[in-house]
């Protein structure tokens, strides 16, 4: 069997590894992308995986010429967002009042995916296997070699796992990740709703966990709900009337009357912690690198930032090979602070108004009431989620 090779190969093509690929287009470099299954064509229903967008991530799309590909009646721009706390305690950022044009985009993963993948089938430097799942993954001193479970073999110099937080890549290369469950799900599910959203994003810190809604196109909202494991058991076995009352009343029936639009679905949350995430031929990025809680809603955005960085990187390795440890260190060294701080900062919320003592639900809704009278900390905290 003739082995190809190819300069890098990027193993998973979910929004994080297709970026990475339709960025390095132009790099001169020949990639190989392995994802067992195409992404499904967008259909008229509203996918239940919503994320909100960050401006930073949106450059990186408009750069790649994948944001232009989205259908625009899709998008929704968030100009304002709503923290309440569990006792009376409230937040407003305000895109305006910071002197920005919004906080982020609403998108739908499988819309993001879709005009990635249209961008991909363009581009000249790519061979596309898919469907394509790996049997075995060995590295030498000098390349990686990858056999497919149909019988091809493939060989790199660097492979760069983007295949999740369950990532095969990662544990082919022994490293161990280090998996804290909240004991929680991620209950998601869309609505529509009675009073228009206004395009503000809102958020609730309750007795029963954290609930999100963010704005979608034609008075919609999409609702991640993080709680414990037991309840978003019982909020999944409810009939779809029984389950948009349920959430229209945590919310405060800020929208008025909710009616669901297609069926809910749940999923575990953990907070993963990866380390190193590159080696010799290696480099992790996204969802194997590094997992968060879904409260601030930067998963999607730490692991666009992932490629912007190890893209940087390839970029301007002037004589390095793409495997080299040294030059993969640059991207390990540049990311650690942004992953440490985003990790940090989820874990320390979601701790924080987890616990339920008299003493601390006071101190933490004093907090939240005092940022909301601090203008130049609430203009920072907007600048954050801008990146």
């Known amino acids: 069997m003739v082995t190809r090779h190819f300069d890098i190969m990027i193993v998973g093509a979910g929004i994080v590894g297709a970026a990475l690929a339709a960025t390095l287009r132009h790099s001169g470099l020949n990639l190989a992308l392995i994802d067992p299954r195409p992404p499904h064509e967008p259909t008229v229903d509203w996918d239940t995986r919503i994320y909100a967008i960050s401006p930073g991530s949106v450059a990186l799309l408009q750069h790649v010429n994948a944001w232009q590909r989205i259908d625009s009646s899709r998008l929704?721009?968030?100009?304002?967002?709503?923290?309440?706390?569990?006792?009376?305690a409230r937040l407003v950022l305000d895109a305006i009042q910071?002197?920005?044009?919004?906080?982020?985009?609403?998108?739908?993963?499988?819309?993001?995916?879709?005009?990635l993948w249209q961008t991909l089938v363009e581009q000249p430097n790519l061979t596309i296997f898919c469907p394509g799942q790996g049997r075995s993954l060995h590295w030498s001193a000098q390349q990686a070699r990858l056999e497919l479970d149909d019988g091809q073999c493939l060989s790199a110099d660097l492979v760069v796992a983007a295949d999740g937080r369950a990532s095969w890549v990662r544990e082919q290369a022994g490293i161990i990740a280090r998996r804290d469950d909240y004991h929680q799900s991620g209950v998601v599910a869309n609505f529509s709703c009675e009073r228009p959203h206004r395009h503000i994003a809102r958020q609730w810190f309750r007795d029963d966990g954290i609930l999100a809604w963010l704005p979608l196109s034609d008075r919609a909202i999409s609702m991640v709900w993080s709680t414990p494991a037991e309840h978003a058991g019982r909020l999944l076995a409810y009939t779809p009337e029984q389950l948009a009352q349920q959430?229209?009343?945590?919310?405060?029936?800020?929208?008025?009357?909710?009616?669901?639009?297609g069926q809910a679905a749940a999923f575990p949350l953990s907070l993963l912690r990866v380390n190193p995430i590159v080696r010799p031929g290696l480099a992790l990025i996204g969802d194997a690198a590094h997992g968060v809680h879904p409260l601030s809603g930067q998963g999607v955005n730490l692991g666009l930032r992932?490629?912007?960085?190890?893209?940087?990187?390839?970029?301007?390795?002037?004589?390095?090979?793409?495997?080299?440890?040294?030059?993969?260190?640059?991207?390990?060294?540049?990311?650690?602070?942004?992953?440490?701080t985003t990790q940090s900062v989820t874990d320390g919320l979601y701790?924080?108004?987890?616990?339920?003592?008299?003493?601390?639900?006071?101190?933490?809704?004093?907090?939240?009431?005092?940022?909301?009278r601090l203008d130049p900390v609430k203009s920072w905290l907007v600048q954050q989620s801008l990146i």
């Not at 990187?313 to 390095?320: N, P, W, Y």
């Open 306 to 340: 992932d490629v912007s960085e190890l893209a940087a990187v390839l970029l301007d390795r002037q004589a390095a090979r793409c495997g080299d440890l040294p030059l993969l260190e640059r991207y390990a060294r540049a990311r650690r602070a942004d992953i440490l």
């Open 76 to 88: 929704t721009p968030v100009h304002a967002m709503q923290v309440h706390g569990d006792r009376n």
């Open 351 to 372: 701790h924080l108004f987890h616990h339920q003592h008299p003493l601390l639900t006071r101190l933490r809704n004093i907090g939240l009431n005092t940022v909301a």
């Open 247 to 261: 959430v229209a009343t945590a919310g405060q029936h800020a929208l008025g009357k909710l009616q669901a639009l």
């Open 98 to 115: 910071s002197g920005v044009p919004q906080l982020a985009w609403i998108a739908e993963a499988g819309q993001i995916q879709h005009a």
